[in-house]
């Protein structure tokens, strides 16, 4: 094994000058650079430039559940990813447990394989089973696991060529002034040589700890937590990411029925937590973990305290807590101003239940007032929104297209005002309307009711207008809203939701629209699944596909693509073709429900009716790219398509033959999207059949695609366009927003009551259904 180290040692100090590529790296901003030591970092994101981290490895990750033996899986994991952030430049140590229980298990294996001899020789084997095995001393299962331990650990790194080196230090180590610099100098020089430290208590000589034994600003070491802490501040460490077998720091002991995981924990906040028991194996306990995390953060060095036993994150835990992500207990100094995002929520869902059980034109009287606000406060919004468009020019980061977008107008705002009344007047039946009512017996009659969904998160790019509409539509269904917006639009949609509240604000629920302004990662928004209960994204397909990616446990109302077809059937009206066509392609190739293939049935290729298709489309600027089949056809063809599964969002488009309508359907069937489909054909029953056979959230007959949009379907404003196979499909407006729930009311009516000796028999009438039940107020 030595051999196999230095070998790989020789490799890795002989590779061209590791240092000289990590500092060229860091200056074209790949990796981060060394940061003056002396302040933690005040938020996750920053949590990227961490340049020098300590991972400590608590018992209860580096052992097994029978705390005899390590577990060598998850151990793996950790190892690996430690390796990664090695090789990305980063300065790397461990703070281990585990010698203990490793040697543990290989004195009890020395004990029973004695004891077995022993007693074979003397007793006989019937006497076999009566053996038991002594306790033993920590202190020589630590003597004689710490070589197995750093074995293993060798072995592992080897794999990623990485070296390791062990240290084992005592309390003496820090409080004696020349050991601590003989300390510091090692390590330094370790890292110099891109070798990762391993770092463990000398188990085998330490002292029992004495408590209360702390000096003056000092911590001692009592466990690797206090020595993960203190090997931190002395290595002016960026981050000391603390591994247990709990999630991270909640505000009462885990498992009680109140626990709530904290995000970030401020040290202000230390009087308002309540510890549980300590953990299952090793010598300290989530108090003994904030104390150290406390003083380390006190040091200048970052904190988190998180999970690193679960299956599902222990394979990526470390690394993405070094992204950012929120992952366990961030431990900060600086103390946001605002409430949390997960504060903001539990904040919506209270007042949007109160505001579902408002009185509909109580509700109207809200989106009349938000519709006024938009008018009386005009010059606000727009001056805001040229501070966001002006920022915008001078960072040169938006698109022509994104610009538009993101610009306002007095005759925008006027056209939002104008429909934001129409959502007052049409939404006064939505909540609490009656579907079904059924007579289930005597006295015992059921109903189907609307109700809210609940707390919705909506993340528009790019699009303020958005803010208004989208919340005058959870107004309307009695939800909670939660907005997330771009940061270019950050000015504007500060202004807009002041607005909106100060018009929820009429009947007393102004928190139940809530902006997050927090520096919040999309991604980790998307994991609140226990406080969010739909996702609905407004944005680019990228953005939709994200965030369909990182909400695995929150039902997503969207679509990531729109790749729209028109089928020319060959009895197809030349002019109501060349009309869709046009429309659809051309009026603005941007959107989602624009024309991205042309399906032409092959009987017209190289007749007029094709020829003046290709000339409208040439007349219009649009570049066209030839499908496989169509190329096939042609002696110079047009640029073969590289996919027939794009979206353009351009005047581009892609044309392929089909030879019949069913050829048309599969196609679309296995290269669009779902979105929005088209047939251009003047024979009915072709027609009807490919309106029934075609599985798409929108499917027109002799009618442009642009026409899939709330506003032209007569649902006034619309959150988005949904192709998922959920409640709502296609243009979602204020139906979307709502789902249903049964009451049953009786007169003390039992199960039992309808068994073979009860008296009462099912009717199951139908009966009629009245728009509002009378008197009814609905919760979320």
Not at 333 to 338: C, D, S
Not at 440 to 454: M, R, S, Y
């Amino acid at each position: 094994m030595s051999l196999q180290r230095m070998f790989s040692c020789s490799r890795l100090l002989a590779r061209p000058n590791a240092l000289q590529t990590f500092r060229r790296a860091a200056s074209q901003g790949k990796m981060p650079l060394a940061r003056a030591h002396g302040k933690s970092f005040a938020h996750r994101s920053e949590l990227r430039q961490a340049k020098r981290i300590v991972v400590k490895l608590g018992s209860a990750v580096v052992t097994r559940g029978d705390e005899c033996g390590l577990a060598l899986g998850r151990l793996a994991s950790i190892v690996e990813q430690v390796a990664v952030l090695q090789n990305q430049g980063r300065e790397m140590m461990i703070v281990t447990s585990g010698a203990v229980a490793f040697g543990k298990q290989r004195l009890r294996h020395e004990i029973l394989l004695s004891q077995s001899v022993r007693q074979a020789l003397h007793s006989g084997q019937n006497q076999l089973k009566d053996m038991s095995l002594p306790v033993l001393e920590a202190r020589a299962c630590a003597a004689a696991g710490q070589s197995g331990l750093m074995a293993l650990y060798e072995a592992m790194f080897t794999q990623y060529s990485t070296c390791t080196a062990q240290i084992l230090v005592t309390n003496l180590d820090f409080h004696d002034d020349q050991k601590r610099r003989n300390l510091n100098s090692t390590l330094h020089e370790l890292l110099r040589m891109n070798i990762v430290p391993i770092i463990n208590t000398n188990d085998a000589v330490v002292p029992p700890p004495e408590p209360n034994s702390d000096l003056q600003g000092v911590i001692s070491i009592k466990d690797n937590d206090s020595l993960a802490a203190r090997l931190a501040v002395e290595m002016r460490a960026d981050l000391l990411i603390a591994l247990s077998d709990v999630e991270g720091l909640y505000d009462s002991p885990p498992g009680s029925d109140d626990a709530k995981l904290l995000d970030t924990f401020y040290p202000g906040d230390q009087q308002s937590i309540t510890y549980g028991t300590k953990s299952r194996v090793g010598i300290g306990g989530m108090e003994a973990k904030v104390k150290a995390a406390l003083w380390a953060l006190q040091g200048g060095t970052s904190v988190v305290i998180a999970n690193g036993t679960h299956p599902k994150v222990t394979g990526h835990v470390i690394t993405d807590i070094v992204e950012g992500k929120k992952v366990g207990t961030f431990f900060s100094e600086v103390k946001p101003a605002g409430p949390t995002v997960e504060q903001q929520t539990e904040m919506a869902r209270s007042a949007g239940r109160t505001l579902a059980s408002l009185e509909p034109e109580q509700r109207g009287d809200i989106i009349c007032a938000l519709a006024d606000l938009l008018t009386e406060r005009k010059e606000e919004i727009l001056s805001a929104n040229k501070k966001d468009m002006e920022n915008a020019i001078s960072t040169g980061r938006l698109s022509p297209a994104m610009l538009k977008r993101l610009s306002l107008s007095s005759s925008k705002l006027n056209s939002l005002s104008i429909g934001l009344r129409q959502i007052a007047v049409s939404s006064q039946d939505s909540v609490g309307r009656v579907l079904r009512r059924t007579r289930v017996a005597n006295n015992l009659e059921l109903e189907q009711i609307t109700v809210p969904i609940g707390v919705l998160l909506v993340i528009f790019e790019s699009r303020p207008d958005c803010l208004p509409q989208v919340s005058a539509l959870a107004i309307a269904s009695g939800n909670a809203l939660l907005l997330k917006g771009g940061k270019e639009a950050a000015n504007t949609n500060r202004i807009l939701h002041e607005l909106a509240q100060e018009a929820l604000s009429i009947h007393g629920v102004k928190d139940a629209i809530q902006l997050v302004s927090t520096r919040e990662e999309v991604e980790d928004l998307c994991r609140l699944e226990k406080m969010i209960d739909l996702i609905i994204p407004r944005g680019s397909s990228q953005l939709v596909r994200d965030i369909q990616r990182a909400a695995k446990g929150i039902p997503v109302l969207g679509h990531s693509e729109g790749i729209c077809h028109v089928y020319v059937d060959h009895e197809a009206s030349i002019d109501k073709a060349i009309k869709i066509i046009r429309d659809s392609k051309c009026d603005y190739p941007a959107a989602c429900n624009a024309m991205e293939t042309l399906l032409v049935h092959r009987d017209l290729l190289r007749t007029p009716v094709f020829d003046q298709i290709i000339d409208m489309l040439r007349t219009e600027q649009v570049k066209i790219h030839a499908g496989p089949k169509f190329a096939s056809y042609l002696t110079f063809s047009p640029s073969e398509v590289k996919s027939l599964r794009t979206e353009y969002g351009d005047l581009e488009c892609c044309i392929e033959v089909v030879d019949s309508m069913q050829e048309a359907i599969d196609h679309i069937h296995k290269y669009g999207s779902s979105h929005t489909d088209v047939i251009v054909t003047e024979n009915e029953d072709t027609a009807e059949q490919f309106l029934q056979q075609l599985d798409s959230a929108c499917v027109f007959w002799n009618a442009s695609s642009r026409f899939a949009d709330g506003y032209r379907f007569g649902l006034g404003a619309e959150v988005g366009i949904s192709t998922a196979r959920i409640h709502a499909r296609g243009p979602v407006g204020l139906e979307g927003l709502l789902t249903t729930k049964w009451v049953l009311r009786g007169e003390g009516h039992t199960v039992a009551d309808f068994s073979e000796q009860g008296s009462m028999t099912y009717l199951h009438e139908n009966l009629p259904v009245a728009q509002l039940l009378p008197g009814y107020r609905t919760t979320s």
